[in-house]
């Protein structure tokens, strides 16, 4: 049940998604039929499933006899056979179909980045979701024809394992497919930048190419857009320092020297050409703008821009903030939900602001089950988190408010996969849940009985960070870090702030935070001082961009990008605590 690839209208993918979703539970049982043949005696399901005929299987029969004799299983589980495929074993281990490309996830949550099978089934998906998600914004905001988006994108280079297939971030995948083409086709849309600046390799550079070009076709920018809201963040903040650069490029029709990519230089040099008026325009805009600290940059700036689209839920939403003071008055429109092992579901409610967004689950992406998650009572102790597991239900079982594990089997040879993304079942979208990202779970902040979630920290920064405005300071980012070596162990938080704060001001902040937990198992444990006073460690300016750079030299792409809310990575708390300018202790529970 596939959309036809030559339904290009708004029309068509919806009412295909429609007819779909309406027979979401049918759609399931055929979708993981149509997995399991595809991928029929490849080793890891031979392990468990021996020799099986499935043909000689009802949908509903197979269905309960795959969730009962395949495992659930994490990423380590499934390690040896992606392993083996990449040092350049052909044999058939997790899909019929010759693997020839895999993904590198972000490495963001555990510290290092995972190789994720990718395949043309990956690309096909990526575009489908797209035109899906296209179609249901233009409902709401209809954009012109023809006209451009201004994206920050970025891919990282590739590079072949040593089996021979090509490794690199699924955002650099998907830009160098020709469903990236077709996409701008179909959505009759088109990026600023050529081929040639997402693909440079260099994210400095690439950000300015993106600016200068998002300037020099200023009045034809429908919307602006990133894969993470943090990329559209620091591109603006980039802006701010550059800005008189880049009148210059657009007065003169030049090109910096600080870009010295030969194949760049002359992508963009064969699109450009002198604009003296809006060079002068913007320049006046941008003094203006200098004035009220970028107030209204994106309307001043792209007056015909209709939205900024973009990931912006879970760790995204601390950004929302400096986003809207950018974007004042401008709709921000939350992207799909989705990881580097699967597409999960589309935002059919643009209209709603991020941090109201759902997400109807595509049931003809993945085969989904859904594990119900209960919290623990308070006198538990558990040292991963403080959750109860109930036996996994399909997709068409879930119930409203309550809240699961997501568990996927892809096309792509991931069985009965746990992804950690925790959700909550808000509606549905006719037969298929809607579904509310609530955290990681392997992000928890955790001393001994108390458990704190990436959504617990973060609401518990916004209370502190609040304080700030007395100071006329601003939070630019944030992580944190359970101390459990010195004793008693105690909460460490890590912020980077722009503007100067009086040290009065940062211990009311730091207590706020301490007394803003309400983890039952974090406020006994304060009180009787088993866990000791939160630290607030001040950074200085330019740490984040330091663990950002760390990042990119390891592999990951801007565009993949997410600040670490939790962290134990040893290389990032050496750049933490070598960054860390001021450190103040909570007096709350004294």
Sequence with gaps: MEPCNNQSSSHDIIRWFEDVTENAELVQTQTLRRILELNWGVEYLKKWLGNVEIHDVDACTLESLYTSLVPLVSHTDLEPYIQRTANGDSAPLLTQ?????????????????????????????????????????????????????????????????????TAGTATTHYYASQEFKIKQETTKSFTCSPEE???????????????????????????????????????????????RDLCIDIRDGTLSKRINIPRVRKAVLDIISPKPKLASKIEAACKELEDSDWFGLVPKLWPNAKYV?????????????????????????????????????????????????????????????????????????????????????????????????????????????????????????????????ICRRKLILTVNIDKNTEKDLQMVVERGSQLLSKSRAELIDFTSHADVVNQPGHYIIYWEIKGDVEDRVLHECCREMDASFVDHGYVVSRRSNSIGPLELRIVEKGTFKKILEYFIGNGSALSQFKTPRCTSNKVLLSILNLCTIKRVYSTAYA
């Excluded at 895999?102 to 990526?126: M, N």
């Excluded at 997402?198 to 020099?216: E, P, V």
Aim: aromatic share 14%.
């Design 97 to 165: 179909q010759p693997m020839t490309t895999l993904s590198l996830s972000s490495g963001t949550t555990e510290g290092r980045q995972k190789y994720v099978p990718f395949t043309s089934h990956s690309a096909q998906t990526t575009l489908q979701i797209f035109r899906l998600a296209a179609a249901h914004r233009s409902r709401v905001y209809p954009t012109r024809e023809g006209g451009k988006i201004l994206e920050f994108i970025y891919s990282s280079k590739q590079f072949k394992t040593r089996g021979g297939l």
């Design 197 to 243: 600046v997402i693909s440079s390799g260099d994210n400095k550079q690439a950000t300015y190419c993106h600016l200068l070009l998002g300037l020099f076709f200023s009045d034809q920018v429908e919307f602006i857009t990133s894969t993470f809201a943090y990329s559209i963040v620091q591109s603006f903040i980039t802006f701010e320092e550059l800005w």
């Design 309 to 437: 689209y973009s990931i912006m839920t879970g760790s995204m939403q601390p950004y929302l903030k400096k986003l809207r003071r950018y974007a004042p008055g401008v709709p921000l429109v939350s992207a799909e939900y989705g990881s580097t092992e699967s597409w999960i579901g589309v935002n059919v409610d643009p209209c709603l602001p991020p941090e109201d967004v759902t997400f109807a689950v595509v049931p003809t992406f993945s085969y989904f089950e859904f594990i119900p998650l209960y919290r623990h009572k308070h006198d538990c102790n558990l040292a991963t988190d403080d959750f109860i597991e109930d036996k996994p239900v399909p997709l068409s079982q879930v119930k409203v408010g309550q809240q699961y594990e997501i568990v996927l089997t892809t096309f792509t040879g991931l069985y009965r996969y746990r992804l950690g993304d925790v959700v909550e079942v808000a509606g549905f979208h006719r037969g298929t849940p809607k579904l509310n990202f």
